[in-house]
C-alpha cells in the first residue's frame, strides 16, 4: 500500500464530494467501483483506491496504490482528479448576509446561515448583544480592507490660529489597553480622559501573561503584589504547544513542546480594568463609556474630539493636549493615517469561556494549550487552537488562523465561528449541548512587517496610536496584551518627556514605539503560517513548517523556548535555530519563498539586515553608551529635550536596556 495523492477538497459537503467521485468523475482508465467512502479503479497490476472524509468542517481525499509496482498512468489520472476537483470545488470565500434588525433578531437574520453560531450564542448570558458585536466588527472590517484607497477622513488640521484650551493632558479613546496605559500616565501626574465605546470593562478577548512580565507593571506602581495576586484568576503548571503530524514524513513530526511560563497566568479582565479605573479616577481622570468617537481636530496648541453618547444618542465635545488612539483593529484613525499599509496580515480569533460541561478525563485545568492544531489546512487556512485555565474551572478556548488581508477575502469572524461550534468536539470530546457558556471572546488581531523602525506612521501632530491602532503584538501568537506589558514601560517613559517637554509633533511622537528588531525579523514565521489568498498548497504543508520551528525548540533547554515565543530572541539565538531548522527541513526556505512571494521575502531580507545592524550597534554601545546618558541627562534633558528623547527612543530601539531604570 502507498500513497499517491493528498488533497483538501474545500468544501464542509463531504458527501457531495462522495457523490461526485462515485457517479460523475469519469477517469480515463480502470475499472470503477462503488465503496462506502469514495470508489476503487482497478487495473490488471492492481488497485487505486480513493476515499474521502471530513474533519475541521472540511473534506479530504486520499489515493491509495494497492499493489506491489506501480500502475501505469496513475501521475496523469491524479492530475486529471486535481485538475477536475478543483474545478468542481473551488475555494470560496463567503459574505456575510446583509440584514435588517429593524424587521428581525439578529439571531432570525442569521441562522440560515450560521446555524450552530445562532444556536450557541443563544445559550449565552448576553449571546444577542454578543452576536451583534461580532456581525458589526466583521462588516466594519471588511469595509475598511476594501476601500484602502478612500480611509473615511477622522482626523483634521485646523488653520493656523484657531486653537483650542485642554481640559486634560490625555484623551485615551478605546478602554481596554487603553486603561492600562492611560492610569499609569494619571499616576505621573496627568490629567486623563478615558473614552470607551461599549460598557467599560466589557472585553471581547480574555488575557493572558507570565508573572515575569506582570512585573513590569508592578515595577511602574501600578499594581502591588496583593492586587497582582487579586486578579489572578488561575495559573497554570505547564502549557503545551504541538501540531497535527499524522500526515508528516518522520523527520517532520515533533514533540510536545513545553512552555511552562508562557501566557500560564490567566487575568481576571474584569478585576483588572476596573482596578486601572479605580487608579486613574483616584487621580483624577475621568471615564466617559458608552461613547462613540467621530472627529478629531488638531490645532497648534491642542486637539478637540467630537464624539457621540450611544446611550442618549448626544453628541459630546472634549479637548486636550494629546490625542492616544487605542481602538484596535478597527481604528479609522489609524486607517487615515497608514492607507493601504494599515495591516499586512490578520488572525481572525473566535471563541468562548465555558464555564463548565468538560469531563473531567478530557482536560486537566492544570495545564493549557499555547498553540495546537488538530488536522492541516482547512478551506484555504490553518486552524490553530488555544486553551486556558480560568477562574472557579472555567476554560477558555480560541480558534484563530493567520491571514493574509486580501481584498476579496479579508476574513471571516462567522464563518469562523460556524467553524468553532462544529470542530469543538474534534479538537476536545465533550457534548456540546451539556457545556455552559460563559461569554463569547471575539477580535480581528492586526499584523505589520516592520523593516525599519520608522516604516510606520504610529502619529500624527498631537496623536498617537497605541496596542492593536499601533499594530503592536507577537508575530507569533499575537498577543497585544502581552507586547503592550513588555513595552508599557518604554511607552509611558517616552510619552512622559514628549509631554513636559511639549514634543507633541509628528516628528517626536513617531519615535514613540515598540519597535523590536527581533519582532520585525520573525514575521516570516506568521507569514509561513498563512495560505496566500487563491493558492492551493498541500494540506500538510503548514503543519510541516511548524513541527520544524517547534521541533527545534522542543530539542533545546526550556528557557529557549519561553525566550523565543516571548520576543526576546537575540541575534545569536535567531540564527542558531534558524540554520538548525534549516538543516533538519531543507525544504523550509523555498516552501516560505513559495507562500511569502520575492517581494516579501526580499523585505524579510532588508528586516534582517536592520536586526543585524541592530545587533551589532547594541553590542558596541552596550555598557557604556547608557551610562554615558544617565550621566548626561540632567543637562542634556533640559537645554535639549527633543535630542534626549531622540537618544532615548534609539536606545531602546538597538537593546541597550528596557526598563527606564533610571528614568522616572
Not at 280 to 304: K, M
Amino acid at each position: 500500500m502507498k500513497e499517491i495523492l493528498y488533497l483538501e477538497v474545500p468544501t464542509p459537503d463531504t458527501p457531495a464530494v462522495c457523490n461526485w467521485l462515485q457517479a460523475e468523475w469519469t477517469p480515463d482508465r480502470g475499472q470503477k467501483v462503488v465503496t462506502p467512502d469514495g470508489i476503487l479503479l482497478q487495473f490488471s497490476q492492481g488497485e487505486l483506491s480513493l476515499f474521502v472524509w471530513s474533519l475541521q468542517r472540511t473534506t479530504y481525499l486520499k489515493v491509495f496504490q494497492w499493489c506491489e509496482k506501480s500502475i501505469p498512468g496513475t501521475d496523469k489520472i491524479c492530475q486529471g482528479l486535481t485538475t477536475e476537483i478543483r474545478n468542481r470545488f473551488p475555494q470560496e470565500y463567503p459574505e456575510p448576509p446583509e440584514i435588517d434588525l429593524s424587521q428581525q433578531s439578529i439571531f432570525d437574520a442569521l441562522a440560515p446561515y450560521y446555524p450552530k453560531t445562532v444556536r450557541y450564542f443563544q445559550k449565552m448570558p448576553q449571546g444577542e448583544y454578543d452576536l451583534n458585536r461580532v456581525y458589526w466588527w466583521e462588516k466594519r472590517w471588511r469595509e475598511s480592507v476594501r476601500n484602502p484607497q478612500q480611509p473615511k477622513q477622522v482626523v483634521y488640521k485646523q488653520e493656523e490660529g484657531e486653537n483650542f484650551s485642554s481640559d486634560y493632558d490625555l484623551i485615551y479613546i478605546g478602554g481596554a489597553l487603553g486603561a492600562i496605559h492611560g492610569a499609569v500616565m494619571s499616576l505621573r501626574g496627568y490629567r486623563v480622559l478615558l473614552v470607551e465605546r461599549l460598557s467599560f470593562g466589557r472585553m471581547n478577548r480574555e488575557w493572558n501573561i507570565s508573572r515575569s512580565e506582570f512585573q513590569s507593571l508592578i515595577d511602574l506602581g501600578l499594581f502591588t503584589e496583593a492586587e497582582f495576586a487579586s486578579v489572578i484568576a488561575a495559573e497554570y503548571l505547564d502549557g503545551f504547544s504541538k501540531f497535527f503530524d499524522g500526515n508528516n514524513p518522520p523527520h517532520l513530526k515533533a514533540p510536545v513542546l513545553h512552555t511552562p511560563t508562557v501566557l500560564n497566568v490567566a487575568i481576571d479582565t474584569q478585576k483588572l480594568l476596573d482596578l486601572c479605573a479605580k487608579k486613574l479616577c483616584e487621580a483624577g481622570g475621568e471615564i466617559w463609556d458608552q461613547t462613540e468617537f467621530v472627529r478629531a481636530d488638531i490645532g497648534s496648541e491642542g486637539v478637540r474630539v467630537q464624539m457621540v453618547n450611544l446611550f442618549t444618542r448626544e453628541p459630546r465635545q472634549a479637548t486636550g493636549r494629546l490625542l492616544m488612539d487605542a481602538m484596535g483593529t478597527a481604528s479609522p484613525i489609524a486607517w487615515q493615517l497608514n492607507g493601504e499599509r494599515t495591516f499586512d496580515s490578520v488572525c481572525p480569533t473566535v471563541g468562548g469561556i465555558i464555564k463548565e460541561g468538560f469531563a473531567p478525563e478530557v482536560w486537566d485545568s492544570r495545564y493549557g494549550d499555547v498553540l495546537n492544531s488538530h488536522g492541516d489546512i482547512s478551506r484555504g487556512r490553518q486552524l490553530i487552537w488555544e486553551l486556558f485555565p480560568g477562574k472557579d474551572g472555567e476554560l477558555t478556548v480560541y480558534l484563530f488562523h493567520y491571514h493574509q488581508v486580501h481584498l476579496d477575502n479579508p476574513g471571516s469572524l462567522l464563518e469562523m465561528y460556524e467553524d468553532f461550534f462544529t470542530i469543538l468536539p474534534e479538537y476536545r470530546r465533550c457534548d456540546m449541548d451539556k457545556l455552559v457558556w460563559g461569554k463569547a471572546t471575539f477580535g480581528y488581531i492586526p499584523g505589520y512587517y516592520s523593516v525599519g523602525s520608522g516604516d510606520r506612521t504610529v502619529a500624527f501632530d498631537r496623536l498617537l496610536a497605541i496596542g492593536d491602532a499601533a499594530s503592536l503584538q507577537s508575530p507569533l501568537v499575537f498577543t497585544g496584551f502581552g507586547s503592550l506589558v513588555r513595552n508599557l514601560a518604554r511607552l509611558t517613559t517616552l510619552l512622559d518627556i514628549a509631554l513636559k517637554h511639549d514634543l507633541l509633533e509628528a516628528e517626536h511622537l513617531n519615535q514613540i514605539r515598540a519597535y523590536q528588531s527581533n519582532i520585525a525579523v520573525t514575521w516570516l514565521f506568521s507569514k509561513g503560517m498563512m495560505v496566500p489568498t487563491g493558492k492551493t498548497l498541500p494540506p500538510q504543508r503548514i503543519n510541516a513548517m511548524l513541527n520544524t520551528f517547534f521541533g527545534v525548540l522542543a530539542d533545546e533547554p526550556l528557557e529557549v523556548g519561553d525566550t523565543f515565543i516571548k520576543d526576546r530572541t537575540n541575534w545569536l539565538m535567531f540564527n542558531r535555530l534558524a540554520l538548525k531548522a534549516a538543516w533538519q527541513n531543507p525544504a523550509l526556505i523555498g516552501w516560505i519563498w513559495e507562500m511569502a512571494g520575492t517581494k516579501d521575502m526580499l523585505r524579510w531580507v532588508g528586516s534582517y539586515l536592520a536586526f543585524t545592524w541592530d545587533a551589532f550597534i547594541g553590542f558596541i554601545l552596550m555598557g557604556w553608551f547608557p551610562k554615558l546618558l544617565e550621566k548626561l541627562q540632567p543637562w542634556l534633558e533640559v537645554n535639549y529635550p527633543a535630542l534626549w528623547l531622540k537618544l532615548l527612543s534609539f536606545n531602546y530601539t538597538v537593546g541597550c536596556f528596557t526598563n527606564g531604570t533610571f528614568l522616572r
